[in-house]
Nanobody, 123 residues
């Protein structure tokens, strides 16, 4: 059974930084695509970033490209999202997820996700 546990969420001021972590267990972490999506109240889910098994090429939503960086440590079964230059519009619940199709796209096929972690950015 896949387990994904996010951490690192917080409340910060605009322009600040946060790093989210996602500890994964229960599946073949090193041979798959993983990513982050977010959802704000009253808004649709938005794919934020995704990265394939061996790292390297990553996908970013246009709203975060140049500010966010996704990475993974396969030895630790951990996925990260470094978020810099945060804006109030980045406020949302952030979810770590496994992806089974369309890894490098704005609409990947999410298979499993964690409970989510709140990120709040104030102006």
């Amino acid at each position: 059974q896949v387990q994904l546990v996010e951490s690192g969420g917080d409340s910060v001021q605009a322009g600040g930084s946060l790093r989210l972590s996602c500890a994964a267990s229960g599946y073949t972490y090193s041979s798959s695509c993983m990513g982050w999506f977010r959802q704000a109240p009253g808004k649709e889910r938005e794919g934020v970033a995704s990265i394939y098994s061996r790292g390297g090429r990553a996908y970013y939503a246009s709203s975060v490209e140049g500010r966010f960086t996704i990475s993974r440590d396969n030895a630790k079964n951990t996925l990260y999202l470094q978020m810099n230059s945060l804006k109030p519009e980045d406020t949302a619940m952030y979810y770590c997820a496994t992806i089974t199709a369309r890894c490098w796209s704005d609409e990947p096929e999410y298979a499993s996700w964690g409970q989510g972690i709140q990120v709040t950015v104030s102006s």
